[in-house]
């Protein structure tokens, strides 16, 4: 455990205040504690377990952040299926209205929710790229949740931006953190569609000179990667102008990264790989081919 707690506390250091992953057990670098996550959501701190284990399980941990004069409340979040502790506030309380910041930008989050607190941290290298690259662009961003990277486009200087989820409620939460980060929405649009029957629509109010596609996994009813990836990529060639940018995000740490460029070179020719992204430090992983799988395609003129 020491080893656990000795890892947090350096990135808790780099945090300076930004939301980070303070431990990222499933990487497999740390033997024994792959089950275990820890997310700083400042001032609070996420703990999610993968197996059915309770709180009793990382009791140093515990003490450490308990000394910690930054951390003002711990949550235990189980992800197990066989769970029979539940989720709960460890101790401390929570800010009644929760906002995180990253790179200057802020976004709203749910530290007591089941699932997703309403932002990705692995994908922070995601965000920091279409920030870069956003400028005077028409930006698409498909599976878009709470709308992270319509802020981070946005705040790079986009001419537009138009945001595609099945979820009104993560889209009205998206709209919301435009507004923490005082930005204009009027050139800003929140689609609650099911992309798979939208494109049609899409196609009219494009052309996009950078489109991101950041699907689930695995979500039954909605999208199902194994299948439902190849439909997305078959449809960007009509979306995408020329010289235009894709970002083809994966996180299904099952599928290596032949499972995106084995189909973009079958299914789009015309797209030319231009970069791979890293996973930020506070990602390690043991298998870099098992990562989150961040790949930057352009069309060529």
Known sequence: MQAVIDWAEKQLEAAAGDARRLFHGRGSCFPGYEWLVVDWLPPVVVIRAYHPETPAAVEPLLEWLRARPEVEAVVWQPRSRQDSFGLQLLWG?????????????????????????????DMRPGRAWV???????RVLNLFAYTCAFSIAAMAGGARSVVNVDMSSKSLTRGRDNHRLNDQDVSAVRFLAVNLLRSWGKLRKMGPYDLVVVDPPSFQPGSFVAEKDYARVLK?????????????????????????????????????????????????PDKDPSGALKLFVYQRQE
């Not at 209205?97 to 932002?119: F, P």
């Open 235 to 283: 449809r960007l060639p009509e979306l995408t102008t020329a010289g235009g940018y894709v970002l083809l995000c994966h996180n299904d740490p099952a599928a290596s990264e032949a499972f995106i460029e084995s189909q973009v070179q079958a299914l789009l020719p015309e797209f030319a790989l231009k970069q791979r992204l890293s996973a930020g430090e506070d990602f």
């Open 131 to 137: 920030r870069e690259h956003a400028e005077g662009r």
């Open 93 to 121: 309380q929570l800010p009644e209205k929760h906002a995180v910041t990253e790179a200057g930008l802020r976004y709203g989050v749910d530290a007591m929710a089941k699932q997703n607190a309403g932002l990705f941290l």
